[in-house]
């Protein structure tokens, strides 16, 4: 009551206005009135001058007002501490998240519902056309050693040196987490969504498993090496020349929890937002950003872009596409149809390939009319 009080003498102050103040205040100008009327009282001293309107304040009533601009602006702030302080709360398991490394992990790990529901939160990461470009796989107890003889094999392969230690710590790897997940991006092919976008979304959602299992109160950490790479392995997991095995999620109670981060440094937030500032690029740079627009592929894709006998070319994550603004598509069901360039336009960001060379034999061959014979009669995929 009194804060409000003291507010609406600041905000009188500034409104120069009965009624003004009393609106912002949200009572009546009568209860106003009544409020400064017993305030004088106890203090013994009119406030405000007296006559029509609002006359301004008596001597006495300015020293009043300093007093209440200081408390008001203490009480804003404290308002303000508590604000952040309630904010910062609700992002706290968010904030407080770490990778805690399977040396670190014991039994229990989560069981089959938890794991589920991790899940399920990584079903709810956005998702651009709902395509879930990732899949989870999970290596039950009973499977673990023949994994584990699976890593053996491959740091073989990949060291044919390899020391029994090593050798050892590959088969660790399988074995140590009370609970082991696969984590497959397997980005959809014929689809307008650009793989970049299914990539996004296969990160987001693995960032939301972590957090599931963090909210849990499992450690867990995502750990991927050059096991991933391995075709023999990689087959052995059923992952398709499509996919990318991006690594193993471990799970577990956290026996020992990970070091303290330093506090004084601001960990990677330093860049990851700042403002917009309006900038003019210079013409040539736009003209050689518009020209390159699109030929970026991600590092990782599946497989490199392959030349279709159709004249188009993909890299399996695309529609077939040309470099020149016309889009070939290519369907078992509904035969070839030419895009305009209009259409390629918001497809753009779907093309696939580098195609500054390859492309320009396959751009003739899409200018020509629906059905007309193919200029080139080699059916065989051009080499990138
Ligand atoms: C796809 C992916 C693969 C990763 N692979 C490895 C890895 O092989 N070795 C490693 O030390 N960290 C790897 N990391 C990083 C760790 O999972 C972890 O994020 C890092 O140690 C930082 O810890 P923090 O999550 O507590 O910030 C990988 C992260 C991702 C997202």
């Not at 905000?11 to 009135?33: F, K, M």
């Not at 702030?77 to 398991?93: D, G, I, Y």
């Not at 193993?248 to 700042?274: D, I, K, M, N, T």
Request: net charge positive; glycine share 8%.
């Amino acid at each position: 009551m009194e804060m409000d009080y003291l507010m609406c003498l600041v905000v009188l102050d500034r409104e120069r206005d009965w009624a003004r103040t009393a609106e912002i205040c949200e009572v009546s100008e009568a209860a106003l009135a009544q409020t400064l009327a017993a305030a004088e009282a106890r203090y013994g001293h009119a406030i405000v001058r007296p006559g029509p309107g609002f006359q301004g304040f008596t001597p006495e009533g300015e020293r009043v007002l300093g007093w209440a601009k200081d408390l008001y602006a203490a009480h804003a702030e404290l308002q303000e501490v508590f604000h952040a302080s309630q904010r910062k709360a609700r992002v706290a398991p968010l904030l407080a998240r770490r990778s805690v490394s399977p040396k670190r992990l014991c039994a229990p790990g989560p069981d089959a519902a938890e794991v589920e529901l991790m899940v399920q939160a990584a079903l709810r990461a956005p998702d651009h056309g709902s395509l879930h470009p990732w899949r989870v796989l999970e290596f039950h107890a009973q499977e673990r050693a023949l994994l584990a003889d699976r890593f053996k094999q491959e740091k073989r392969r990949r060291d044919p040196l390899a020391s029994p230690a090593d050798l050892r710590l590959a088969r660790e790897h399988a074995t140590r987490p009370p609970v082991l997940l696969a984590f497959i991006v397997s980005p959809k092919a014929r689809t307008q969504v650009p793989v970049q976008e299914q990539w996004l979304a296969a990160g987001a959602a693995l960032g939301n498993l972590l957090n599931a299992a963090h909210q849990f109160g499992y450690g867990a950490i995502m750990l991927s090496g050059e096991r991933c790479h391995d075709a023999v392995l990689r087959a052995e997991l059923g992952v398709g020349p499509e996919e990318f095995l991006a690594g193993f999620v471990s799970l577990g109670s956290v026996a020992h929890a990970p070091p303290r981060e330093a506090a004084h440094q601001p960990r990677r937030g330093a860049l990851a937002l700042e403002p917009w500032h309006p900038r003019t690029p210079d013409r040539a740079r736009a003209r050689r950003a518009t020209a390159t627009a699109g030929l970026n592929r991600p590092a990782g894709l599946p497989r490199p872009p392959m030349f279709h006998p159709s004249e188009g070319c993909c890299d399996g994550s695309a529609p077939m596409c040309h470099a020149s603004g016309e889009l070939l598509v290519g369907d078992r069901k509904t035969g070839r149809r030419f895009l305009t360039r209009s259409r390629l336009s918001r497809t753009r960001s779907g093309r696939c390939c580098r195609l500054q060379k390859a492309a320009r034999r396959p751009i003739q061959a899409a200018r020509r009319p629906v059905g007309a014979p193919s200029a080139s009669s080699h059916k065989e995929p051009r080499p990138a």
